[in-house]
């Protein structure tokens, strides 16, 4: 069996968590990759809305194993907050969800280094999300992190060790701080995830795989958010591409099946950096209104313009995606003109690739074509598609090269529309 992998080919929140939950029944096992609770996936079923941040938006639907894997960085506290909201809204998931014991935690003092280091940078800030993401990896790829699997062994000693390290850095950027209720709440949330089971998941999914069985694997963030390839240093601090559900899961590059890309009808980012198709008029808070973006974690306000399909084709390059899924067009249902960038302009001079500087002297080149001006939410069926929609994603699908297969309309599971194959 192959895996397949969903991700965002934006700066994030493009809609993964729904789309997963969307596509769950067709897998056996959905597993996360990368990122951690600085992700914010949001699902709507049955008139109830849940927003997850570092379980797999799988977990909703039926028996189906669910895995945090190696790739994933993991705060317990908010692990723990979590897992307790679902089980008490009726979601069970202490047997379907396993955690890779090389996934590597968050620790009170990667948070505050988070602030630290953000406060030190003034307005060259990378507006994180504070959950203290760049500083875990940080200490993952220096060898000096702690992970799920030290629980289990001389724990206190590794911890110990890794506080150390950071209260003398801490000292030395003169920062002020208060650890104690954070590392409470912390260690109560060590003790709450040695209830799980704490996996090899590496070895775990390539068995299942073996035994016939199909895995989503569900990204976090997005590619212009990835480490590598994204708008450096505007990035989170993980691969968000395709590549990273490989290293992320311990998966061989060969079982990777289909890649889905997902991408809004427009363009958003939340946090600092470059972003060329950003509005800055009424346009785009009529796009923010309308699509209601503010972050579904922080309620940051997001930033909102025109898709970008310079930046769409690069990240359907790095990542191989194989088929799209576009979210969120019921947001541009009215709006007389749409637009969509197909080159930038750079001194003057005409280009139409995603060049190494997108933070200067970028402006962004349209195409328009006509809006659809048509109440899409309850729409089942792309038979029932306006005109003018159609023409919108055939020239995405022109422009891009790469077929939309899913059109979502709306934030609700039901409110998605399947587009036929031509296989
Ligand atoms: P993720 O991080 O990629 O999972 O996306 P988020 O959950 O952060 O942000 C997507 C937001 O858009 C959430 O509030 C969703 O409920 C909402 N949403 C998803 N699909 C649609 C859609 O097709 N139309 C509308 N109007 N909202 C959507
Ligand atoms: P989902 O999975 C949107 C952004 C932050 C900041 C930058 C670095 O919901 O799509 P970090 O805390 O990761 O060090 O912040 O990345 N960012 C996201 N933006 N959606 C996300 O996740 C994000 N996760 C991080 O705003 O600009
Ligand atoms: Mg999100």
Known sequence: MKVDVLLGLQWGDEGKGKVVDVLTPRYDVVARFQGGPNAGHTLEFEGQKYVLRSIPSGIFQGNKVNIIGNGVVLDPALFKAEAEALEASGHPLKERLHISKKAHLILPTHRILDAAYEAAKGDAKVGTTGKGIGPTYTDKVSRNGVR?????????????????????????????????????????????????????????????????KSVLCEGAQGTMLDVDFGSYPFVTSSNTICAGACTGLGIGPNKIGNVYGIMKAYCTRVGAGPFPTELFDETGKKIRDLGHEYGAVTGRERRCGWIDLVALKYSIMVNGVTQLIMMKSDVLDDFETIKACVAYKVNGEEIDYFPYNISEGLEPVYAELPGWKTDMTKMTSEDEFPEEFNAYITFLEEQLETPIKIVSVGPDRDQTIERYTEE
């Open 148 to 212: 799920v699997g030290d629980i289990l062994h001389n724990f206190e000693e590794v911890y110990g060790k890794a506080k150390a390290c950071h209260e003398q850095i801490l000292k030395s950027l003169n920062y002020e701080y208060d650890i104690t209720e954070l590392e409470k709440q912390w260690l109560e949330g060590i003790e709450y995830l040695k209830q799980f089971h704490l996996v090899d998941s590496e070895h775990e999914i390539n068995n299942l795989l073996k035994e016939g």
